[in-house]
């Protein structure tokens, strides 16, 4: 909802505090969702994160959150989705060339990140979306790549390897932005087996 | 058969860029010498006629160090950017490829550039590109599959890992001087300076800026890239260009994104008796002011539909401070006498040794 959505950017410091917490929570659940196998707990926290996520930031399911460098605003709103930065299109007062009703999500960005603890992330540069990865919960993601990195688990794809590497900064951040741990069958291509 | 023979004029090895440079362009060298660049916008004709290109690009060449060739700007169809630049950089002109995230995904661009180098461009312009919604067919689907920034760490993936987003390695990396947009004078204003940092964190290393008409907005935009240090790491080229009239000002301010005209602009228009030759004046002065503004290494003119004034508004800045740009040398030869490398090359490499610049590599 665009008036919610608003709501979390000026709420933007509190609401990197509870997706800081949300993190911590699936990262430290890690063992149990190991046990039941993330294939299966893809789609009933997908569900939850989804509808959480769409009130609070009209969240699009690109399975890459973000959020955390980007003062709350979800780049995918953007009609371009661009992901780093306003275009030059801007318009007079901070509104979107593409949709003049809408404020540019990126003006937006950069005055939520002015708030936040770690607002200096919108400075990295990120990786292209991975568009395979649609529908999939970032969450889990988010606690494999951690999981993951905890066991220097050995890394299979060559093209995750060079996005990580070509975009360290950001993967530092934001690991599910450029994820390197090996996704469950159902976290891929969601969006085409529908 | 040999590789050559196919070709009426055989193309050379693909060569190594000169020491501490990204692509050994003309138009990198100029900057690298510290002198002050001059880049001018080619209007693609709708034309499937070659000499067409080669009649836009001739006036141009005279006064430039490079061409840039607009891929589809405003969401208008054109003749393609990699066609242009193909022909010209063959015929010795010295091109600038602008690429835009709005019609192709990370397959297209990243084979493009391939294609684009093995033709002879050196110079690149990465662009996210205007909405379709503003161009002659709105109804085309909007890609976006990179944005501007994204395409430029992927370039410099392509050109400094020799390695496509896949991984997949590639056998001769292309040699690629890398520039970015930049538009100092729409909003967010404050947060502009920390965009253009992140454009040259991602691998920008020269910067185009969008329309500047408002000096007092585009100084205070300079300040702040000085204070952060950003005019030693990336050449800045200010973008100018003359207004036909009030009412096309008035226009491009409401039709066309990312364009700011102050009102008092306007105003000097209506005024003018002649608002065709006020506004080549206007742009004559705004070239002038620009120039002393400490780190900016150049300006970049845009004439739609007044490329005919490109060469007066150039010549009589005095910008070029009697330098003629290589690109003059190639304006009167005949079209594909030349092989894929940029003309003036063979001189120029030589003269580099003896004239290293001051400011080293940036």
Redesign the interface.
């Known amino acids: 909802m665009y008036r919610l959505r608003l709501w979390s950017v000026r709420h933007s410091r509190g609401l990197e505090r509870l997706y800081k917490w949300v993190e911590g929570t699936m990262v430290a659940l890690d063992p149990l969702f190991s046990r039941l196998g993330y294939d299966r707990v893809e789609r009933p926290i997908a569900f939850v994160e989804r509808n959480v996520k769409g009130l609070l930031f009209d969240c699009e399911m690109c399975g890459q959150c973000v959020l955390s460098s980007t003062g709350m605003s979800c780049p995918m709103n953007c009609?371009?989705?661009?992901?780093?930065?306003?275009?030059?299109?801007?318009?007079?007062?901070?509104f979107c060339?593409?949709r003049p009703w809408m404020r540019?999500v990126?003006?937006d960005a950069?005055?939520g990140a002015q708030t936040m603890r770690n607002g200096a992330w919108i400075?990295e540069?990120?990786?292209?979306v991975d568009?395979s990865l649609k529908g999939s919960s970032s969450w889990l993601r988010v606690a494999r790549e951690k999981a993951a990195a905890r066991r220097a688990a050995p890394v299979r794809?060559?093209?995750?390897?060079?996005?990580a590497?070509?975009?360290s900064g950001a993967r530092r951040n934001e690991p599910a932005s450029a994820p390197l741990a090996e996704e469950p069958t159902s976290a891929v291509n969601q969006e085409a087996q529908r | 058969m040999s590789g050559s023979s196919e070709f009426t004029h055989p193309f050379q090895a693909y060569e190594a860029p000169p020491l501490g440079h990204s692509s050994g362009s003309r138009l990198e060298r100029v900057l690298r010498q510290g002198r002050f660049a001059v880049t001018a916008e080619l209007n693609p004709p709708d034309s499937a006629n070659a000499e067409d290109v080669f009649e836009a690009a001739r006036p141009l060449a005279e006064v430039v160090d490079a061409i840039n060739a607009t891929d589809a700007s405003g969401a208008n169809c054109h003749m393609s950017s990699i066609g242009i630049c193909s022909l010209l950089t063959r015929a010795g002109y010295g091109t600038i490829y602008q690429i835009s995230?709005?019609d192709r995904n990370?397959i297209a661009i990243q084979g493009d550039v391939l294609g684009a180098a093995a033709m002879g461009v050196k110079n690149v312009l990465c662009l996210?590109?205007?909405?379709v919604?503003v161009g002659d067919q709105p109804g085309a689907k909007?890609v976006?599959?990179?944005?501007?920034?994204?395409l430029l760490?992927?370039l410099?993936?392509m050109r400094d890992?020799g390695?496509?987003?896949?991984?997949?390695k590639i056998s001769s990396p292309p040699h690629l001087f890398l520039g970015a947009?930049?538009?100092p004078c729409?909003?967010?204003l404050e947060?502009r300076p920390?965009?253009l940092?992140?454009k040259i964190?991602?691998g920008a290393e020269y910067i185009q800026t969008?329309y500047i008409f408002d000096m007092p907005v585009f100084e205070a935009f300079m300040a702040r890239v000085r204070d952060l240090g950003l005019d030693k790491k990336v050449f800045i080229l200010a973008g100018v260009g003359p207004l036909a009239s009030a009412r096309a000002a008035r226009w491009m301010r409401s039709n066309v994104?990312?364009i700011?005209i102050p009102e008092h602009v306007i105003e000097r228009l209506e005024k003018a008796e002649k608002p065709g030759e006020e506004g080549k004046r206007l742009a004559i002065e705004l070239i002038q002011q620009i120039r002393e503004i400490k780190g900016v290494a150049g300006v970049h003119v845009m004439a739609y539909r007044r490329e005919h004034q490109v060469s007066d508004i150039i010549l009589e800045s005095g910008v070029l401070k009697g330098r003629r740009p290589e690109g003059s040398r190639r304006a009167r030869t005949t079209p594909g006498a030349r092989s894929g490398r940029e003309a003036g090359d063979e001189v120029s490499s030589a003269s580099m040794e003896t004239q290293p610049s001051d400011e080293g590599v940036r």
């Not at chain 1, 009609?79 to 901070?94: A, D, H, T």
């Not at chain 1, 540069?125 to 292209?128: A, Q």
């Open positions: 009609p371009k989705q661009l992901r780093n930065g306003p275009c030059g299109g801007v318009r007079p007062g901070g060339e593409v540019c990126w003006v950069w005055s400075e540069v990120l990786p292209p568009r794809s060559r093209a995750r390897a060079i996005v590497r070509a975009f | 995230c709005r990370r996210t590109g205007d909405g919604g909007p976006f599959d990179l944005d501007s920034i994204s760490r992927a410099k993936t890992e390695a496509f987003l896949s991984g997949r947009a930049e538009n729409v909003p967010p947060w920390e965009r940092r992140k964190e991602a969008n994104p990312g700011h």
